[in-house]
């Protein structure tokens, strides 16, 4: 009997006094390795230089948390991350590091509900352009750590704004495993987990690789709240910023906004500057609280950076009105790094030149990106991994502004392309899409699992998603359908299709906009990044 087998039939035995939250995470160190590496310990005694790409991310899929196990954790209300910090500092030792040791990596923390990627990528884009006159225009060398990623995992771990190559990705992976092969015995007689959790391994490679290549400034992005986060190890960064807050995670974070914006606001530290986004007063009111427990240095309120001389044009590199939140977060982040760490202003001549251009040509892939068809020429896709309610407003706002400013020559019919994760309400999801896109109305809709092709075989490893596997009956798509069908009950049922992989919803869309016409057609795919990246893999675009 396999491995997940025996999880699948319930054959592990617990000590029977063990409470729920126990269990949860006890199972969640058992499982933590997949079958064929448990059960046959190829890599145990491998040779690390002469691994490949794929064999770093079959590795590391290897270390995803099963869907069981995250059921348990949102049954226990999220109580398994209070020990999420203690473990994160053990396999930081484990890797020859202490907390303090990251210190050197002038790091710039960023939490937040939406907009933390977008945050990261301008103060990332600003920092990378701007030269500083009293080190003889010298230019920063600058680490990102984002999640998720769109098409490949080595895009999360970034040198200067460009995804980690295939062979250093590798190099650090490897480097990083290694490690804990080698101390996982020592762990284990001290009841400690032996590897890693998927992104907490990635975390802490993002840290290895970052100290190894000695960049200037690190940028690091939150996974999921901020209070309990693997990164949240980090004790003392430059500056610490917070984006826009809403409503996700509830099975973690809590309810309401106000329990979030505590979490969120976790990663402020001892005199340590935090920039946050304008939000809604019972948000601002916990983040100021807690500025004051955790004695920030400061709290800034980032205002909207129109309202500065040199950015009141500005076109920004990432598109909707919505990042301008983002920008101007960014912009008060990277003037306390600049002013802490180099004593420069922001707003000075020979810097802000480097900051306009930095704003000017940030890109993050999968929020609000274009990409044409290159099979069939008359088709433009406009993704954007949009999974919250306020996110999807601002999508739907945003492809309303493609639509209203396309010429003659596209077609007035859209349709839209959607899927969202197991555990969140296709409904809820669906409303802001459907009244935020009036007085317009879809042609077609399609509803998609984030699977990238029919046969399995040609699905890339980057994609391979142990926590949330799809369901083979496609009852999330369906579940949609009869929510589209709820909310809009005037909409053709012809027109609505559900179909069972990306390349399918593709074919299916290319076959909807005949190129006899001589019309082209705005296509929007939102809900997931997931589903983004599934669809930038089929359409052939470049990892970026």
Known sequence: MSFFSLIKNNSFSF???????????????????????????????????????????ETLNSLQTNAKVLEQIKKSRGNINKYSLPETIEFLNRLNYKPKDLNKLNIIHVAGTKGKGSTCAFCNSILRNVSLP??????????????????EVRERIRINGEPLSKELFTKYFFETFEMFEKTKEEASKKEQAERPTYFRFLTLMAFHTFLSEKVD???????????????NIIEKPVVSAITSLGIDHQHVLGNTLKEIAWHKSGIIKNNVPVVSAQQLPEAIDVIKARANELHAKELIIAEDLRSFEPFKNIKLGLSGDHQFINASVALQACKQFLQIQYNVNIFDDAIVKGVIKGLETA????????????????????????????SLEACTKWFKQVIENAGDNFSKEYSLVFNCTNGRQGIVLLKPVIDFFKPYTFKNVIFTTNTTYSEPNNNKKDFQNFAHPES?????????????ETLAPEFPKENIYVVDSVDTAIKTIRRLCPTSSQLQYNILTTGSLHLVGGFLTVLGAEVV
Not at 39 to 50: A, C, E, P, V
């Open 15 to 57: 000590k029977k006094n063990l409470n729920q939250f126990k269990y949860c995470f006890l199972l969640s160190k058992r499982i933590n390795f997949s079958t064929y590496y448990i059960l046959n310990n190829r890599y145990l005694s491998m040779d690390y230089k002469n691994k490949t790409y794929n064999d770093a991310i």
């Open 134 to 151: 009293n080190m003889e225009n010298k230019q920063l060398k600058t680490g990102l750590y984002s999640s998720p990623h769109i098409m």
């Open 217 to 231: 400034v690190a940028i690091v992005e939150c996974g999921i709240g901020g209070e309990y986060d693997s990164t």
């Open 363 to 390: 890109n993050w892939p999968g929020r609000a990106q274009v990409y044409y068809d290159n099979e069939q020429k008359n088709i433009k896709w406009n993704l954007d991994g949009a999974h919250t309610v306020e």
């Open 472 to 484: 083979e009956d496609l009852s999330i798509q369906k579940e949609l359908q009869q929510a589209w």
